[in-house]
């Protein structure tokens, strides 16, 4: 089976369709190491999202299935993901998040357009983040949704950002009690109380750290420069 690695944990997984093993092969691990986590994608499970999900191909309801084992897997590796767009800029990843429809990828492209030698999208649905040795990590991964931009890249988180549309442009620092309620919309579904403490005891350490925001913004280019306020009071 072949081995991957995801987030820096050594994956065995087996696409059985050509779009999912295309979008895994960034992530081929050519170490000699034994894997940490080994996922499966039954028929009954890629079945099930071929009739639930709206135009889903084989590939997709594969990858969805992989998504979602490995993500909760990760959780014994400290983390997990955040429903973002993550954005490189210089040495840090922001993480871009908010409701469907919201406007991240349009914010995301915006930023890469007006800072094309700084910015890079490494992940545009679904990076994952670990906490090691008091930092948090943010991973680009495979699972990058519909826009399939992702690459294989990772580095320290900078700030997390959540969108709304507004008629203006403003920038909010969250508290810790509104930063995990948004946090906790934009994670994983059907939550156990084991898996949602993890999360909180997680989301807890990040907010410890690094800080959240609100942008109500418009769709324009001045929401990415009101965005990069974030990057002045780092």
């Not at 997390?160 to 934009?186: C, H, M």
């Amino acid at each position: 089976m072949p081995l991957y690695k995801i987030a820096d944990v050594p994956v065995e997984m087996s696409p059985r369709f050509e779009d999912t093993a295309s979008w895994y092969e960034p992530y081929l691990c050519k170490e000699d190491i034994e894997p940490q986590i080994s996922i499966t994608a039954t028929d009954e499970e890629i079945d099930y999202f071929l009739t639930e999900g709206e135009g889903f191909t084989h590939g997709t309801a594969e990858n969805t299935v992989f998504t979602d084992k490995f993500n909760r897997r990760l959780l014994k590796f400290d983390g997990s993901y955040i429903h973002s767009s993550a954005l490189l800029f210089d040495d840090k990843v922001y993480l871009i998040s908010g409701s469907s429809g919201v406007g991240k990828s349009t914010l995301t492209t915006r930023w890469c357009r007006m800072y094309p030698d700084r910015t890079e999208v490494i992940n545009d649905d679904k990076p994952s983040f670990r906490l090691i040795d008091d930092k948090c990590i943010i991973y680009g991964t495979p699972f990058a949704g519909g826009t399939c931009k992702q690459l294989n890249k990772s580095a320290e988180l900078g700030a997390i950002v959540f969108l709304e549309q507004a008629a203006t442009d403003t920038l909010r620092k969250l508290s810790t009690p509104e930063a995990i309620s948004l946090l906790l919309e934009q994670t994983p579904g059907r939550l156990t109380p084991k898996i949602a403490d993890k999360l909180l005891s997680m989301y807890s350490d990040i907010l410890t750290h690094y800080p959240v925001y609100k942008l109500s913004c418009t769709d324009s280019d001045n929401a990415v420069t009101t965005a990069m306020n974030i990057i002045k009071q780092i």
